[in-house]
Every structure is written in structure tokens, then in C-alpha cells.
């Protein structure tokens, strides 16, 4: 079992940054990939970015790519989502999420375990 704990959320206005953070804990070494994805009410959870655990590109989504940045400490079981140029419509709850097996990362059934989530709320 792994567990995510998110944190970092919050109300910024448009033009603003947050920073994420998702901390890993239980069979970590476990750990084969991690992503955010976000999910508004009514919407599928929609991708954003991924990261292979032990090295490789990290993937993300065009509607993030250039704004959003990723980055792990594997000595810590921590991954971070820097969020800079927030525009109103990134509001969403954000997930932090782990696969434990081979799979498509930018798929969120690929992932077997998930965070609580936090909220991030954009002014205009």
C-alpha cells in the first residue's frame, strides 16, 4: 500500500504560483511512476504531468506545458508541481497519484493510488 498525502493548495489570483507537494509513504519502493492530474465537478480527471520513479522525461499536458513544472525527490518519497501563470480555469482539485506496475502515464486508470486532493482556486 501506498500513501499520498497532497499539500500546497490554496486561493491565488490569475497571473500567481503555487507549489504542490505530495509526499509518499507505506511500499514506496514500490513506486514505478507518479502524476497530477486535477478534476473539476462534472469533468473526467484530466492528466497533467508524470514521472517515471528511477529517471526518464517527464511527460505533461499541452494545457500545462511552459506554466507547470515537475520535480521528485526520491531520497525524500516526495514529488512537487510548481503551478506559475495560474489562470482562472486551472481551479480544480488537485491529485497526486502512483503506479505500482508498468502502465500508459498519462492515464489515470494506470494509477493504483491516489491522494485526497487539494484545492486550488484561481481569481481573475
Known amino acids: 500500500q501506498v500513501i499520498l498525502v497532497e499539500s500546497g493548495g490554496g486561493l491565488v489570483q490569475a497571473g500567481g504560483s503555487l507549489r504542490l507537494s505530495c509526499a509518499a509513504s507505506?511500499?514506496?519502493?514500490?513506486?514505478?511512476?507518479m502524476g497530477w492530474f486535477r478534476q473539476v465537478p462534472g469533468k473526467e480527471r484530466e492528466f497533467l504531468a508524470g514521472t517515471w520513479w528511477t529517471g526518464g522525461d517527464n511527460s505533461f499536458a499541452d494545457s500545462v506545458k511552459g506554466r507547470f513544472t515537475l520535480s521528485r525527490d526520491n531520497a525524500k518519497n516526495m514529488m512537487y508541481f510548481q503551478l506559475n501563470n495560474l489562470k482562472p480555469e486551472d481551479t480544480a482539485v488537485y491529485y497526486c497519484?502512483?503506479?505500482?506496475?508498468?502502465?500508459?502515464?498519462?492515464?489515470?486508470?494506470?494509477?493504483?493510488?491516489w491522494g485526497q486532493g487539494t484545492q486550488v482556486t484561481v481569481s481573475s
Open positions: 497519484a502512483a503506479m505500482t506496475s508498468a502502465g500508459i502515464i498519462t492515464r489515470a486508470s494506470a494509477y493504483d493510488h
Open positions: 507505506g511500499s514506496t519502493f514500490r513506486l514505478f511512476a
